[in-house]
């Protein structure tokens, strides 16, 4: 008797494109791309800001999954780009979910990349990809936060892969650069005190732009003692760099968001934040 092949799992596929200009003295839209799982949305606005929600269709992530955002800003446009939610990686019974971001902002132009939280979940295995390029006078604000369980409902991440790579560069040159990984053991790795001290909720906070450094003082008050912030002037430009830890989302947010309302400015925090 012929043993029965496995079906292959249906994978998500996605990719989405997002442009904005500078147009009557607004930020426009001037091109939408959608592909598979990922769509992108603009709310009404309620300011002058222009807001784009991300949002993946499948609900999550697994081994194998493979999103893709790309985001340009034109020369004196601004936006603040976000999700729908938190994007959740499950369990992966094979391969690696991915997801990347490629930014572009023009000569004094603005985005603030503020994706919701990432959770991940035992025995995922997930890397995240961003790559940002800044024209001369451009800014940029860029968070990911990730949460390794939800404490709330009794979950935790004992075992799984997750890397995270950064590259941003301004006027053609490298700013940023960081690889983080943690793995199998993300347990054992987070209870470090070099890495997370035992605390399960993770942010990184980068802004780049000409006055960065006049927020420093500030961003090291909201740290607090569970993070830090520096500051250095870089190709023409400033660089703010904080990271947050904290035991949970809840008290990863409750610094988090004062931080993001003092360096993203009029625009404050996305809509859906608030949610």
């Not at 961003?219 to 760099?241: C, E, M, N, P, V």
Request: charged share 25%.
């Amino acid at each position: 008797m012929n043993q029965a092949i496995p079906a292959e799992l249906q994978r998500v596929a996605g990719k989405a494109a997002l442009e904005v200009r500078a147009s009557a003295g607004r930020s426009r839209l001037a091109r939408l791309f959608e592909e598979g799982a990922a769509r992108i949305r603009m709310p009404t606005p309620e300011t002058d800001a222009f807001e784009a929600v991300l949002i993946n269709t499948a609900g999550g992530l697994t081994g194998g999954d493979r999103l893709a955002w790309e985001i340009e800003i034109g020369s004196g446009a601004s936006a603040v780009v976000t999700t729908q939610a938190c994007e959740k990686v499950y369990r992966a019974g094979a391969g690696r979910a991915e997801v990347a971001a490629t930014l572009r902002i023009g000569a004094g132009g603005r985005l603030a990349w503020l994706p919701q939280e990432t959770i991940v979940f035992d025995r995922s295995d997930f890397a995240r990809r961003l790559e940002a390029d800044l024209a001369p006078g451009a800014a940029a604000l860029i968070v990911e936060a990730t949460l390794f369980g939800r404490l709330a409902r009794g979950e935790s991440v004992v075992q799984g892969r997750f890397r995270d790579r950064w590259r941003v560069r301004a006027g053609g040159r490298l700013v940023h650069a960081e690889d983080f990984a943690l793995g199998p053991d993300i347990a054992r790795s987070l209870g470090r005190s070099a890495v997370a001290d035992r605390g399960t909720a993770v942010a990184t906070v980068l802004f780049i732009a000409d006055d960065a450094g006049r927020h420093l003082d500030a961003a090291r008050s909201i740290a607090g003692d569970a993070g830090g912030a520096s500051f250095w002037s870089i190709a023409g430009t400033g660089k703010l760099l904080a990271r947050l830890v904290a035991g949970d989302g809840y008290a990863l947010r409750r610094r988090l968001v004062p931080l993001v309302e003092l360096l993203n400015g009029r625009a404050g925090l996305p809509k859906v934040w608030s949610l």
